[in-house]
């Protein structure tokens, strides 16, 4: 089955086509680094680490190029810096290093390129000139603003009338726009912040032109897939679609976005128990936290337990149910453990389901499918079927980014040593017990178990275990 994609463009599903199958690439929109990344912010990494998992499978690892961005200088940034009196680049390289930090516990794979805002002024500049240069954008005050009455397509990625826009608008109101929504490409810098040179003066980039720049200098255009969270679509993707075709004199044609992405990609929001994540009511859950306490997988996992374009609820009963999921899986290989796996590959109906439009859930239903067919076949004795239902559910967890750990490890979890004897003698002992049928003694080492907050589960080839949470 070809890979099927939605695009947010055409509103539609299409079939992956790359402009060079030796050359595919893809561009998400990455982390403003001033704090750390809460939970929402970590939906896209991961929905799109999956997607270059598929896209390396497809076309090969060393065919797909992805880069994903980092802001390192922004409004925030700025304000954390004066608040701490310390350099905007002491500021961004603590929170990036946290945020990689976070990404490889959830099993993100590093991108193929990470362009840094402030390693790419020269090209931004140029960037902006080209603009100019075609007549849509013009300068005013020390500001360089993108004219959106040049493009005649504006609107389209988002599906919304300027006139419509414009009328029901939060824009910045300032007496050097020719039109409302007329944005910044150039601006200048307050005292105190950092500032780079250009033509119009000291100053700072505006927000959208940094990916229109970045993605044209590292990877060229038309790229063959831009990603990111669905609030991105209106402004900053339908401004980078109108800078980065207006910049090559495209302004006036119709099918002028297949000049910058030839795919755009977004997933849904994220509530956290039903409501949106906000300080004023407290529950911005951050990501760098949940991570110390949670094991990366089960993040993971629930991220993308609902499809990437459907809203996802964020609440402890989703991570109680995907830790499960997880155990059961889990569960499987331990007991399987003796049974090497054969064959390195996914099944079609995993195939089916992932390759159509990043369908996880159905993809994960495949998972419980293999699971429960080794366990059947453990009991059964059929070891043929056992090392072929292994090889498959290792394989198509490596397309989803879990079942990475040693399964003896994940089940057990971090535990001492002396944890780890007690337990084990218990096991033995309880074993004998039931072997003896001496119920209130297996009862009373149950009850130390659970003393321990040990769960256990029991298998054909002997009981597993693990410390709850």
Same mark, same amino acid.
């Given at each position: 089955m070809p890979l099927v994609l939605h695009d947010t463009l055409h509103r539609e599903k299409r079939v992956f086509t790359p402009r060079d199958p030796d050359r595919v690439t893809l561009y998400v929109c990455g982390p403003t680094v001033y704090d750390y990344a809460h939970?929402?912010?970590?939906?896209? +990494?991961?929905?799109?680490?999956?997607?270059?998992?598929?896209?390396?499978?497809?076309?090969?690892?060393?065919?797909?190029?992805?880069?994903?961005?980092?802001?390192?200088?922004?409004?925030?940034?700025?304000?954390?810096?004066?608040?701490?009196?310390?350099?905007?680049?002491?500021?961004?390289?603590?929170?990036?290093?946290? %945020?990689?930090?976070?990404?490889?516990?959830?099993?993100?794979?590093?991108p193929d390129i990470a362009p840094h805002v402030t390693d790419h002024m020269d090209a931004i500049v140029k960037q902006i000139g080209a603009i100019m240069d075609q007549g849509c954008a013009y300068a005013a005050e020390g500001h360089v603003l993108f004219d959106v009455s040049s493009y005649e397509t504006y609107g389209r990625l988002s599906g919304r009338n300027l006139d419509d826009m414009i009328?029901?608008?939060?824009?910045?109101?300032?007496? %050097?726009?020719?039109?409302?929504?007329?944005?910044?490409?150039?601006?200048?810098?307050?005292?105190?912040?950092?500032?780079? +040179?250009?033509?119009?003066?000291?100053?700072?980039?505006?927000?959208?032109?940094?990916?229109?720049?970045? $993605?044209? /200098?590292?990877?060229?255009?038309?790229?063959?897939?831009?990603?990111?969270?669905?609030?991105?679509?209106?402004?900053?993707?339908?401004?980078?679609?109108?800078?980065?075709?207006?910049?090559?004199?495209?302004?006036?044609? +119709?099918?002028?976005?297949?000049? %910058?992405?030839?795919?755009?990609?977004?997933?849904?929001?994220?509530?956290?128990?039903?409501?949106?994540?906000?300080?004023? $009511?407290?529950?911005?859950?951050?990501?760098?936290?949940?991570?110390?306490?949670? +094991?990366?997988?089960?993040?993971?996992?629930?991220?993308?337990s609902a499809h990437y374009r459907q809203p996802l609820d964020w609440n402890q009963a989703l991570l109680d149910q995907s830790r499960k999921a997880l155990d059961r899986l889990y569960g499987a290989l331990h007991r399987a453990a003796a049974v090497d796996a054969n064959g390195d590959e996914p099944p079609a109906d995993f195939l089916t389901a992932i390759e159509d439009d990043i369908n996880t859930p159905g993809a994960m239903s495949t998972l419980f499918a293999l699971s429960s067919e080794i366990e059947r076949a453990m009991t059964a004795g059929d070891?043929?079927?056992?090392?072929?239902?292994?090889? /498959?559910?290792?394989?198509?967890?490596?397309?989803?980014?879990?079942?990475?750990?040693?399964?003896?490890?994940?089940?057990?979890?971090?535990?001492?040593?002396?944890?780890?004897? /007690?337990?084990?003698?218990?096991?033995?002992q309880r074993a004998a017990a039931r072997a003896g049928k001496d119920w209130p003694e297996a009862d009373r080492i149950r009850d130390r178990l659970n003393a321990l907050n040990v769960v256990v589960m029991d298998g054909p080839q002997g009981a597993t275990w693990r410390v709850k949470g």
């Open positions: 939970i929402g912010n970590a939906r896209p +990494p991961v929905v799109f680490d999956v997607l270059v998992r598929l896209l390396r499978r497809q076309f090969g690892a060393d065919k797909v190029i992805y880069a994903r961005n980092v802001t390192d200088v922004d409004d925030k940034i700025n304000a954390k810096a004066a608040k701490e009196g310390t350099p905007i680049g002491d500021v961004t390289s603590r929170y990036e290093a946290a %945020y990689l930090d976070d990404m490889s516990r959830l099993n993100v794979s590093p009328a029901g608008a939060r824009v910045e109101v300032a007496p %050097y726009k020719k039109n409302p929504h007329d944005f910044v490409l150039w601006k200048p810098s307050k005292e105190g912040e950092p500032s780079w +040179p250009s033509p119009w003066g000291e100053g700072r980039p505006g927000w959208h032109i940094e990916c229109s720049a970045m $993605i044209e /200098e590292t990877l060229g255009l038309p790229i063959d897939i831009h990603g990111g969270g669905i609030d991105l679509v209106f402004p900053h993707h339908e401004n980078e679609i109108a800078q980065g075709v207006c910049a090559h004199g495209h302004a006036h044609e +119709p099918e002028a976005h297949a000049e %910058y992405s030839r795919y755009w990609m977004h997933n849904g929001f994220l509530t956290v128990d039903a409501e949106k994540m906000s300080k004023s $009511i407290g529950n911005v859950l951050l990501l760098h936290d949940l991570v110390q306490n949670v +094991p990366g997988e089960v993040v993971r996992w629930a991220l993308l070891h043929g079927v056992v090392a072929r239902a292994k090889g /498959e559910l290792i394989a198509s967890g490596a397309v989803l980014g879990v079942l990475q750990a040693d399964p003896a490890d994940w089940l057990e979890g971090e535990v001492s040593d002396a944890l780890r004897t /007690e337990v084990e003698g218990l096991l033995e």
